[in-house]
């Protein structure tokens, strides 16, 4: 679902970059022929397009082995949408035509265009999920949405254990961690207020958190570096969030969920019938020699 989502968001994005041609003409290599969909043809030309729309550091990520697969099957996918695009008359909405380019060779930027437009169009098409449906799947996954318990130690740590020890001696009789710290100026002493998440096997110092009462002091505890002692300030017992709580995080998790599944959908129902052949050595030999 991750590389759904990231193709999906990919898609949406590349449409922002769209550059300027350079204004002199400049020496290419012959194309040479990627990828064939059916009748249709990726050129290592489109390749190169492509590749120079993206920002620089995006260019090297495409260009390892790896990269050069993703990116041609990234450009397979678009001349598959952008032709759906077209017949469903996107290509002809004002918002569309403006974004749209007549420049020479700008084909493979303006099929980027057209398959946001399409994947757009067939998302705002969707049904949106329900508070129903949320509270369907809240209520059959309720341990998604458990809390453990927490609590919120104040932490004082000393270099030295006797000093450790006289302060010990000094807050059980009232004074606070930061009372003894700025009366102690001289020696190095270190003081932190933060929760603790409960888990399955904690540490010496969760350990020792977790068993002490509310506003209860630890004695003095060895750490790797230096002496330890935790005050608790508050404990917050594990629960279950409630349905109001989640919802609208979790109608919005599954909204996009469902749009992944549907991009998939797409893509599969798509791809269906079509011969569609890469070229391993072509693209393997692969070199943008006019990347930045």
Known sequence: MKNT??????????????????????????AAIVASIGTNFITTEELTKVLREFPTANQYEYLTEEGKRMLVEMIIDWKLLSKEA?????????????KLTKEANSSVINEQVLSSAYLQYRIKQMEPVTNGEAEKY????????????????????????????????AFKKGMSFEEFKQQNQDVRIKVDTLWLQHTEVGSEMERTAFSLK???????????????????EEKSPGRTQSFDEVKKALSARLQQEREGELVVKIRKDLRA????????????????????
């Open 86 to 98: 077209v017949k469903a008359g996107l290509d002809k909405g004002e918002d569309i035509k403006i």
């Open 5 to 30: 989502l990231l193709f999906y968001m990919l898609i949406l994005i590349l449409v922002l970059f769209q550059g300027c041609t350079k204004s002199q003409e400049e020496k290419k290599q012959p």
């Open 214 to 232: 509310e506003g209860a002091l630890s004695d003095v505890l060895a750490a790797q570096k230096g002496y330890y002692i935790l005050r608790v």
């Open 138 to 169: 809240y209520l059959s996954h309720r341990n998604e949405f458990n809390v453990p318990e927490r609590v919120m130690e104040k932490r004082i740590i000393f270099d030295s254990k006797e000093k450790a020890q006289e302060a010990q001696a």
């Open 273 to 292: 019938g079509i011969n569609i052949n890469i070229n391993d050595i072509i693209l393997k030999n692969y070199q943008c020699k006019e990347c930045r």
